[in-house]
């Protein structure tokens, strides 16, 4: 069953990927401000219509951005559910410099447990599975994705560095994180720091691109959990800031605690 649940996850990522890149390819991209302040544009509208023709027949609920506000009492006893954020980093979109993603992820009792992380412009995909591997590789948005096949790489691959990398947010560098970076850099020699988009950081780590992303700034659940399950089958760990306490879903509040990705044992 979960096969068939990543086979459809995949290709409502790649619909949206395609209806993304329709607005993309326009000259201008006219973006309004949501309540929260954070820009929302017809590209995250278009996505979460595509997505959701694509994951209505699973029969299984919806928690998008983009979608309706579903109470806590109404979603409180779901055991699974979709989360998905149709377009994760408007800000990137907006400067159109390719580093959005669309994430797709089913929780099951507070936990995600498949996850699919889609960039469009570079057609690079990342999906996992929980128990059975996270993988990378690249497929166009007009293709359909049938099986895990050859042309998918298990991760992490290690890379050959001697750098240990950072990976940090463009948009959402604070002093919280700018101290924790330079307690990184007392401890550790030839450091090296790479800004990026979206979930992009946290499957920089996955990869192993990048040994560490620390977040210590405002986030939501359906903005990590795809990330966050292809981190773990990658075999990272995935704790809020102190390194211990599990990252969890479906929360009363969608707002995520400070935490950080780290690559474990991997030289």
């Not at 973006?31 to 209505?56: G, M, V």
């Not at 410099?97 to 699919?116: D, M, R, S, W």
């Not at 292809?230 to 809020?240: D, N, Q, R, V, Y």
Request: hydrophobic letters at 40%; one cysteine or more; aromatic letters at 10%.
């Amino acid at each position: 069953m979960q096969n068939k649940l990543l086979i459809t996850a995949v290709n409502a990522a790649l619909k949206a990927g395609k209806a993304i890149l329709e607005v993309y390819k326009n000259e201008k991209i006219e973006a309004k401000l949501k309540a929260d302040l954070s820009p929302l544009t017809l590209a995250d509208k278009n996505a979460h219509t595509e997505i959701i023709k694509i994951l209505e027949p699973t029969n299984i609920p919806v928690l998008s951005e983009e979608g309706r506000n579903i109470p806590f009492d109404e979603r409180k006893n779901w055991k699974y559910f979709w989360m998905i954020d149709p377009l994760d980093g408007t800000k990137e979109f907006i400067k159109k410099n390719g580093e959005f993603t669309v994430n797709i992820a089913l929780i099951c009792k507070k936990q995600p447990v498949l996850g699919v992380v889609y960039v469009p412009v570079s057609c690079q995909i990342y999906f996992a599975l929980k128990g059975k591997g996270a993988y990378r590789g690249y497929i166009n948005a007009d293709a359909l994705f049938t099986t895990v096949d050859k042309n998918y790489t298990r991760l992490p691959v290690y890379a050959n560095r001697d750098k240990f990398i950072i990976a940090a947010s463009h948009s959402h560098i604070n002093d919280e994180t700018k101290n924790y970076i330079q307690k990184l850099k007392n401890e550790n020699v030839n450091v090296e720091l790479i800004l990026r988009g979206s979930s992009l950081k946290i499957c920089m780590v996955a990869e192993g691109e990048a040994d560490i992303y620390p977040r210590f700034g405002p986030t939501m659940e359906w903005d990590i959990a795809a990330g966050h399950v292809i981190a773990i089958e990658a075999g990272c760990s995935f704790t809020k800031v102190d390194e211990i306490s599990p990252v969890i879903y479906n929360k009363e509040n969608l707002l995520n605690p400070y935490f950080i990705v780290k690559a474990e044992n991997r030289k």
